[in-house]
């Protein structure tokens, strides 16, 4: 199955998390990242929206380090 217009897949939004397939299922179904779930239960995420929460989490870790 394709991903809709804009979209893309799990295993797509884990590599530009940096995080494993099932750890982003479990950030998606946790509501801790923003996702659409289908009526087949996939989880599809804005590439954009990762993005942002790649760099916060990013800019949260360079805090934590000062």
Request: charged letters at 30%; a positive charge.
């Amino acid at each position: 199955m394709s991903p809709p217009d804009g979209y893309v897949d799990t295993a797509a939004a884990a590599l530009i998390l940096g995080t494993s397939i099932r750890s982003t299922q479990r950030l998606a179904a946790t509501e801790r990242i923003p996702a659409y779930r289908d009526s087949t239960g996939r989880y599809w995420y804005r590439s954009e929206q990762l993005q942002l929460v790649r760099r916060a989490r990013q800019a949260a870790r360079d805090n934590r380090r000062r």
